[in-house]
């Protein structure tokens, strides 16, 4: 299978998108009250313009800390919900639910694939990151053309597209990319 385009693409994990990891630990006794704020401020979020979505992670272990996400589509888009009154009104009413943020991170593009949660430590460079991503990608991309390309060389071209994009964004997301990352780590963090 020949690549026919090769005119210049943006990248789907650098496309402007910002993320936010906020760390929160909550005092034992007082999860149940920190969930229904927690919920609360995200839906409260989630019905901004260019809100993607959000999540909230329970801890791992019993006393860890709670994890809030929320995706927006730009930086515009971040800083109108952190300027909100919206906002502003859910951290005024949060006094007495026992529960203070430990960390704060604000990811954008490829930084997410590098960003371990619970850490506030920097995404390495993003030449760095580029070379990392290449790792991961070159293997995928070598092996989906080899097994899958024979079988697909005969589909319309739009639907083997689709068909490798979900398979090795797939890979790249939950083997490649956190297995790059864990053997170039020392490399990575160092400055």
Same mark, same amino acid.
């Given at each position: 299978?020949?690549?026919?385009?090769?005119?210049? !693409?943006?990248?789907?994990?650098?496309? +402007?998108?910002?993320?936010?990891? #906020? $760390? &929160?630990?909550?005092?034992? *006794?007082? %999860?149940?009250?920190?969930?229904?704020?927690?919920?609360?401020?995200?839906?409260?979020?989630?019905?901004?313009?260019?809100?993607?979505?959000?999540?909230?992670?329970?801890?791992?272990?019993?006393?860890?800390?709670?994890?809030?996400?929320?995706?927006?589509?730009?930086?515009?888009?971040?800083?109108?919900?952190?300027?909100?009154?919206?906002?502003? !009104?859910?951290?005024?009413?949060?006094? +007495?639910?026992?529960?203070?943020? #430990? $960390? &704060?991170?604000?990811?954008? *593009?490829? %930084?997410?694939?590098?960003?371990?949660?619970?850490?506030?430590?920097?995404?390495?460079?993003?030449?760095?990151?580029?070379?990392?991503?290449?790792?991961?990608?070159?293997?995928?991309?070598?092996?989906?053309?080899?097994?899958?390309?024979?079988?697909?060389?005969?589909?319309?071209?739009?639907?083997?597209?689709?068909?490798?994009?979900?398979?090795?964004?797939?890979?790249?997301?939950?083997?490649?990319?956190?297995?790059?990352?864990?053997?170039?780590?020392?490399?990575?963090?160092?400055?």
């Amino acid at each position: 299978m020949a690549i026919t385009n090769t005119s210049e !693409q943006t990248v789907p994990a650098d496309n +402007g998108e910002v993320n936010l990891l #906020i $760390a &929160r630990q909550v005092e034992p *006794g007082h %999860e149940e009250t920190f969930e229904a704020w927690a919920h609360g401020i995200l839906e409260t979020a989630a019905g901004f313009p260019d809100h993607l979505g959000y999540g909230l992670f329970r801890p791992t272990t019993q006393g860890g800390p709670w994890f809030l996400v929320h995706r927006f589509r730009n930086q515009a888009a971040f800083q109108r919900w952190q300027d909100s009154p919206e906002r502003a !009104q859910w951290f005024a009413n949060c006094l +007495g639910h026992h529960h203070t943020e #430990i $960390a &704060r991170r604000e990811l954008q *593009g490829m %930084e997410t694939w590098f960003a371990k949660p619970g850490t506030t430590r920097p995404a390495p460079p993003r030449w760095k990151m580029a070379i990392s991503s290449g790792l991961a990608i070159f293997p995928i991309s070598l092996a989906g053309n080899a097994v899958l390309g024979p079988y697909l060389v005969d589909v319309n071209f739009v639907l083997r597209t689709a068909a490798f994009a979900v398979v090795f964004s797939t890979l790249m997301t939950y083997a490649a990319m956190p297995a790059v990352s864990r053997l170039l780590r020392p490399w990575l963090t160092r400055g």
